[in-house]
């Protein structure tokens, strides 16, 4: 009996269900437009976006040819107090190397160590991987401060509220904190190291996609995940001038996973003609234009990432297209810096580094220039002057 | 002995009787996937009818066709009372010794594919022997080799796409035959899919088929009958990890190297195994309703993207979907499971055309041991 009234409750619970998913799916196939919105009042910052449209068109002051020393309206701080003599130790709390374009970075970054070594300004860099947590990279940078014997802290945020803190107690030592990538909401390091930031990539990239596009045109989007702030800014600034310019631009998440481009692709295809891909980050940027090759349909007008599997496909294909930089040469940057600070040289407060896309007159000089580099590379890795090169990115030997 | 009566019969059954079962089973409420699936297609058919178009259909199949072959292998194991976590992981790594190993010469295609096939099985075997021989439960024993090989990938890789392998090695997953009447197109994964299918149902037929089921209604009894339980189970994980190996070469064509290809398949194949009224816990389900299950789940992916829900709310409108869709398949197939004993001869054949009842007089009564514990 009481097995009879179970399987009922059973049957009764699962058909109610069935019933309430039916009523999910129903809203959502009549309203898709109407959420967008949302996310550009949560990432939007006017103040930003004008200060990084700004700062695209500055000509950075600096040494020519060395991009990694330049900066763009820099206001600098005087740092002769920091002025000593001697190799330092350098302590370096890195967020990860999860991705390829972090870790050309970090190969970029030893090579870079290497000669400060043999110049006698870093005896040497501890540094420790966060693997992408926050708690981790927090003890990190206590067991740095603690029992480190460090001389300067070199950090590169997992994430930047949570993060704060810990910098702040970094900061607190007296010694010199220098921040580089990701941001943090504190102004107590000696300096925090940027390229111009993801406006700008969404302004340079949404920009080129419009003007080479008709009003009424469809842009699918692909974004690697939600919730980083120098992703979500990027498409912010995209969606805001789509918008504006009246470009239909659909977005998705895809982990970078090439399985789930090449899905979301199809799916698009077959829902209609798709005129423009527009990429957070070049990963997966291969597996997008194959799958418009599958469907044996046009090549999209498209913005990648410098990362040289794109750059490849692109010359390969002929497609319309554009690079955008989130400049990697940024990873030598901390390093050097903190030579300057030992030496007493004055550095910018925020070192904001020049960020300019490729386009397709200069795409050919930097395959050149790259030749030989694995598709994981980034072409504006601005390490060609460094002992190893181009031996150690050619073979990829990460540290 | 009921064993060969039971395989006597079976191929003895024609292919309209065959046919006419399948009707009764869709309308039945052992049919629930079948029927989500048709449903689903029918609403992706009315948002796009493009959809329905043959050429649309087989790209369509060729894309699912991985996480199908995986749910295959996720079958086996699910079905001998175990589980295999380890299978994701396992096509992540396939994808990027792929990659790594074939590189752009396209003569290594064939000794890297037996490569991949031996590690594949080595997989296997160590999976089911930790769990057969050390008695370590299957999903502590496949989480273990779920992180040892994300781990060894991120060893290798350092987490980043290394560049994806020669064009010739990736055409199984990526390439087909092309200008065909009707179809147009059809994918090699495709006709990969299919034969495995095929052999799937006729392993699953076949005497060591049906101890699979045996072993996982009942591992007491299935010893006793004489069946080495260590074997098939081994055998159950070797068989899943050859699968994700097949699904991983496909992959490698469909969608490139990366290492987050096959990211998750562990459980979309174990949800899809789910969906289709397999058991968890072993000893009753159908190879075929797992693959349905696969189907099931990647249509309700395409229905909201063409649905145009928005990125930031697919994920939780996915999860209750099938939550829900689990949840009818599963209070369906449990009232079914507790009205056993009564119809012993057709009725019973046909609500359950699976080999389920492999071992037909000690079924109704050792599974209604397991069921009042584990329902």
């Known amino acids: ?399 | 002995m009921s064993t060969t009566d039971q395989v006597a019969e079976a191929p003895a059954l024609g292919w309209g009787e065959r046919l006419r079962k399948f009707g009764l089973m869709l309308v039945s409420p052992r049919g629930a996937v079948y029927l989500l699936l048709i449903v689903l297609l029918i609403l992706i058919t009315v948002l796009n009818p493009r959809f329905a178009e043959p050429d649309q259909l087989m790209r369509f199949i060729q894309r699912v066709a991985p996480i199908a072959i995986v749910a295959i292998g996720q079958y086996f194991v699910i079905v001998a009372g175990e589980f295999d976590l380890s299978m994701g992981s396992l096509v992540t790594a396939q994808v990027i010794i792929a990659g790594n190993l074939v590189g752009q010469d396209d003569s290594r295609s064939i000794p890297v594919l037996l490569l991949m096939i031996g590690f594949g099985l080595l997989v296997g075997l160590a999976n089911g022997l930790l769990t057969t021989m050390l008695k370590v439960p299957s999903f502590i024993v496949t989480l273990g080799m779920m992180l040892a090989l994300l781990g060894g990938v991120l060893f290798w890789t350092g987490g980043a796409a290394t560049g994806n392998p020669a064009d010739g090695f990736r055409q199984i997953g990526r390439g087909g035959i092309r200008d065909l009447p009707l179809i147009d197109f059809l994918p090699w994964a495709v006709v990969v899919l299919v034969v495995l299918l095929a052999l799937a149902i006729w392993f699953s037929k076949r005497p060591f088929g049906r101890t699979f089921i045996a072993v996982g209604d009942n591992v007491a009894a299935a010893h006793y009958s004489g069946i080495r339980v260590w074997w098939t189970k081994t055998a159950a994980f070797m068989i899943s990890s050859t699968s994700a190996t097949i699904a991983g070469v496909l992959l490698v064509g469909y969608a490139g190297v990366h290492p987050s290809v096959g990211r998750g398949y562990e459980f979309i194949a174990i949800t899809a195994v789910v969906l289709g009224g397999v058991v968890l816990g072993g000893g009753r389900g159908s190879v075929v309703a797992a693959v349905a299950g696969a189907f099931a789940l990647e249509s309700l992916f395409t229905l909201l993207n063409f649905a145009g829900v928005p990125s930031t709310s697919r994920d939780a409108i996915q999860g209750v979907i099938i939550i829900a869709a689990v949840a009818y398949a599963a209070a369906t197939f449990g009232r079914r499971r507790r009205r056993p004993a009564r119809p012993t001869s057709p009725a019973g054949e046909e609500q359950a055309p699976s080999p389920v009842p492999a071992v037909p007089a000690p079924t109704p009564a050792t599974g209604d041991t397991p069921q009042q514990g584990g329902l």
Not at chain 1, 124 to 147: K, L, N, P, V
Request: net charge negative; with cysteine; proline share 6%.
């Open chain 1, 1 to 399: 009996m009481r097995r009879g009234i179970r399987t009922a409750a059973g049957v009764v619970g699962a058909a109610a269900l069935l019933v309430l998913t039916a009523c999910t799916t129903d809203p959502s196939v009549t309203t898709p437009s109407d959420d967008p919105g949302e996310s550009e009042v949560e990432w939007f910052d006017q103040a930003l976006f004008d200060k990084q449209d700004a700062e695209r068109g500055v000509v950075p002051e600096g040494p020519e040819g060395q991009p990694y020393l330049q900066h763009i309206n820099a206001e600098m701080v005087d740092t002769s107090e920091y002025a000593s003599e001697g190799a330092k130790k350098a302590c370096f709390a890195n967020a990860s190397i999860s991705n390829p374009w972090r870790q050309t970075g970090w190969i970029t970054m030893n090579e870079q160590l290497k000669v400060l070594q043999a110049d006698g300004a870093i005896s040497e860099m501890e540094t420790r991987d966060a693997g992408d947590s926050d708690d981790t990279q927090t003890a990190d940078i206590d067991y740095f401060i603690e029992e480190g014997n460090c001389d300067v802290f070199i950090i590169s945020p997992n994430s930047t509220a949570a993060m704060t803190p810990a910098v702040e107690r970094a900061c607190a030592t007296g010694k010199p904190v220098v921040v580089f990538d990701r941001g943090v909401q504190t102004d107590c390091p000696v300096t925090f190291i940027h390229p111009i930031g993801g406006f700008a990539w969404g302004i340079d990239t949404a920009e080129f996609l419009i003007d080479n596009l008709e009003e009424g045109d469809k842009v699918v989007a692909l974004r690697i995940l939600p919730g980083v702030d120098v992703l979500e800014q990027r498409w912010a600034a995209a969606e805001k001038l789509f918008d504006e310019a009246g470009i239909e631009a659909v977005d998705y998440f895809t982990g970078a996973d090439p399985a789930e481009i090449k899905k979301i692709i199809s799916d698009e295809l077959a829902k209609g003609d798709v005129q423009g891909i527009w990429m957070d980050a070049g990963d997966g940027a291969v597996a997008a234009i194959e799958a418009f090759e599958d469907a044996g349909v046009d090549y999209p007008v498209m913005t990648g990432e410098d990362e040289l599997s794109f750059l490849r496909k692109w010359k390969e294909t002929g497609l319309t297209g554009l690079a955008p930089v989130y400049s990697n040469f940024q990873w030598r940057t901390p390093l050097l810096a903190a030579q300057m600070i030992f030496a007493g040289t004055e550095v910018p407060q925020e070192w904001v580094l020049p960020q300019s896309p490729i386009t397709s007159s200069d795409l050919d000089e930097y395959l050149a220039a790259n030749d030989g580099m694995p598709g994981g590379h980034y072409a504006k890795f601005g390490g060609e002057d460094l002992p190893g090169y181009p031996t150690v990115w050619q073979e990829r030997i990460i540290p």
